[in-house]
């Protein structure tokens, strides 16, 4: 087989060309030998960097993966790529998943790479990744830089994300002082790697496993280990076989790999920004998912991962427990993954590669017959709010489910007086005013806060009700929003509403007294007025100049949100789903010279 490679180092049919392409690399001390050898060239696809703490142990994993690849017979290329820190980027790091996959997508297409390592973690480097490696198309394999140690505050488990979220409501009851809430959430990150808990970090890793993209046990392994040096070998050695193998990111993301994935997601209470990745992903390689498939396929699925925020748990308890090979044989065995046939990149299928797994603590990884929740997928919503939002069901709270789902011939619904916020700044600055009235019987709604409203989407719908209401115990309203939250939230919000209120989506209707109606049972959600009003204000809000938000703040801003999808399709960029497989469709770049 001839390598991809070899175009630039070895074509003696061009050789102007060659002598432009080789002569540089040897400047650092590689040899014409290596680059002519027909050795395979492998990528480390590097997001390890100081903006980047979640992922910077791959500044070092990345040395045994070197040492993988040169054992199995390649040559490694390993380049940056665009930071993504979801703790440190503003306004949101969803705005920058898009552009680390252009970046990569030109990186990978356009050098003499005929493999690569993707090193996934943080959480929208691995749909970044995994979205490029769908692209380009030519022999990937995702390694994952593992979770943090477990994290601990006065003898408790003090998860990433969820601490936070907790130690906020016990500030703002009063029950602790600034000094401790910063304590708390300090204490939460003992270690390298990414959130401890269930959050979407930890979800996308582990996805990436069932998906196939990593070798088995890949994603649960805490990032200080010596596991995780060694798998960082294996991945190594294993990426240069996959190019000799010519296995490609479509012959392992397959339909079944994803519907897979959506299981394995129900059974570890997996994140609700999963369905925008995993759309993404499966759109640059041609696959129709829509949120009508995580229900169908995974809402009665039951919660097998006892992990914060659904469980108790963390992730290196999960790990020990079994981790994703033991939630997969625990599926396998209730028949219940839907195709154990689907091929990964281990060359493996996953009723090989899982077929002895073993779940050594059942109290973390629960059986099949006696899990934490029955049914732990996604619902769908619709109505004349949004085409389509989604509510994570395993977070719901015994609290919440009677005081909001447990009405009297009425269960599993909820009416309630809509309490509008224009954004995130308007929340924090009026929540705790009285003249709003908020009760337990309001409804929060957030909007200007989608893919083009923030822009890139916003982790702001799990809002906190005031004060007062905590302090009677009241520690969840019912939340609304076009925007994201944080997958380590506990709060079972209705979010990811599309169309957003900036596309001119029926929250941007919606006003404060309005009431509201969610239907559970038969997955609706309404404004209850009439259509004639509701073509009113929308025509109003059109002669007005349409909903209002904020202003462009740099050039990529303004470029995403002149090309970005919604959220139920993905927030990819529209242009660019068309471009498939293509190094094998679009043939070789053109020369430079």
Known sequence: MKLRSQAWFDDPEDPGSTAIYVERYLNYGLTREELQSGKPIIGIAQTGNDLSPCNRHHIELAKRVREGIRSAGGICFEFPVHPIQETGKRP?????????????????????I????????????TPALLMAAATVNIPSIALSVGPMLNGWHKGKRAGSGVVIWDGREMLARGEIDHEEFMEMAANSAP???????????????????????????GASIPAPYRERGQISYRTGERIVEMVKEDLKPSDVMTREAFENAIVVN????????????????????????CNDDWQTLGHKIPLLANVQPAGEYLSEDF?????????????????????????????????EIYADAEVTNTEVIRPFGDPLKDAAGFVNLK??????????????????????????????????????????????????????????????????????????????????PPAALLKRGIDALPCIGDGRQSGTSGSPSIL???????AMGGLALVKSGDKLRIDLKDGSANILISDEELAERRSALEAAGGFAYA???????????????????????????????????????????
């Open 266 to 289: 129900s059974a570890i209470g997996g994140s609700t920004n999963a369905p925008i990745h995993l759309t993404a992903i499966a759109s640059h390689l041609g696959l129709e998912l």
């Open 319 to 351: 790990h020990l427990a079994g981790g994703i090979p033991g939630v997969v044989s625990e599926l396998m065995g209730a028949n219940a993954l839907p195709h154990p046939g689907a091929v990964t990149v281990s060359g493996k299928s996953f009723s």
């Open 551 to 593: 202003p462009h703040q740099t050039p990529w801003q303004e470029i995403q949100r002149s090309m970005v999808d919604q959220f139920d399709k993905g927030m990819v960029l529209k242009p660019a789903v068309k471009y498939q497989k293509i190094a094998q469709t679009k043939g070789l770049p053109r020369n430079s010279h």
């Open 92 to 112: 949101t790091a969803a705005l920058d998943r898009n552009l680390a996959y252009l970046g990569l997508v030109e990186t990978l297409y356009g050098y003499p």
């Open 114 to 125: 005929d493999g690569v390592v993707l090193t996934i973690g943080c959480d929208k480097t």
């Open 496 to 502: 990811n509403a599309a169309p957003e209120a900036a």
């Open 383 to 464: 109505g004349n709010l949004f085409d389509s939002a989604i509510m994570k069901t395993s977070v719901i709270s015994e609290d919440f489910r009677a005081r909001y789902l447990s009405e009297d011939g009425d269960l599993d619904a909820f009416e309630g007086r809509a309490v509008v916020f224009e954004g995130p700044e308007q929340y924090h600055a009026t929540i705790e005013d009285p003249a709003l009235e908020i009760d337990e019987h309001c409804i929060l709604v957030i909007r200007g806060t989608g893919p083009i409203g923030y822009p890139g989407g916003a982790e702001v719908v799990n809002m906190q």
């Open 191 to 217: 270690s390298v790697g990414y959130c401890n808990t269930m959050g979407t970090a930890s979800t996308m890793n582990s996805l990436a496993e069932a998906l196939g993209m990593q070798l088995p046990g």
